[in-house]
């Protein structure tokens, strides 16, 4: 199974967000899935990675990344395709839609979406994501803190 393009992006996200390990591998289980899920400074990927996945790599600039894993007994599972939209709630109660893209690379299956940040600002991320074939969605819910210097 061809991992690449997935464990490409989920290590420069993790490895932006090191001083804060306990967030960078976040999960969920839905029945036979596990959603990944993560949001990261865009000017901690290489340039080449931005390049490659279109993102705007700057500082004011923030990522959120969504796997689905659809469990196979004896592997570590296979990508699964999803139905991923939702929202960032900012500081002043309003809300900033996510438009989600889908990204295939070899059998790689994950969502990104972009977003503006500020310095030390705190973004409350609310997502639906309903892997295809699957008849429950789950409700992601998660905060991250962002630094712009």
């Known amino acids: 199974m061809n991992r690449r393009g997935l464990t490409t992006l989920l290590a420069a996200a993790a490895l932006a967000l090191l001083p804060w390990s306990a967030q960078a591998e976040r999960s969920l289980a839905l029945g036979d899935y596990t959603i990944h899920y993560n949001a990261f400074n865009a000017s901690t990927l290489t340039p080449e ?10 500082r004011y600039q923030g ?7 659809r469990e196979v007994p004896g592997t570590t599972g296979e990508p699964a395709s999803a139905v991923v939209s939702g929202h960032a ?9 996510l ?4 990204v295939r690379e070899g059998t790689a ?11 030390t600002q705190t973004l409350d991320f609310v997502l639906a994501v309903q892997p295809r074939g699957g008849t ?13 210097d």
């Not at 709630?89 to 839609?97: D, F, N, R, V």
């Not at 438009?99 to 889908?102: A, L, P, Q, T």
């Not at 429950?136 to 712009?148: C, M, Y």
Request: aromatic share 12%; no cysteine; net charge negative.
């Open 63 to 69: 990522v959120v990344n969504v796997a689905v894993i």
């Open 89 to 97: 709630t900012l500081p002043t109660g309003g809300e900033m839609p």
């Open 99 to 102: 438009e989600f893209r889908e």
């Open 49 to 58: 990675v931005a390049n490659q996945h279109g993102i705007l790599r700057s």
């Open 109 to 119: 299956i994950y969502y990104l979406a972009e977003f503006r940040i500020h310095d």
């Open 136 to 148: 429950e969605t789950a409700d992601v819910r998660f905060s991250q803190q962002f630094f712009t």
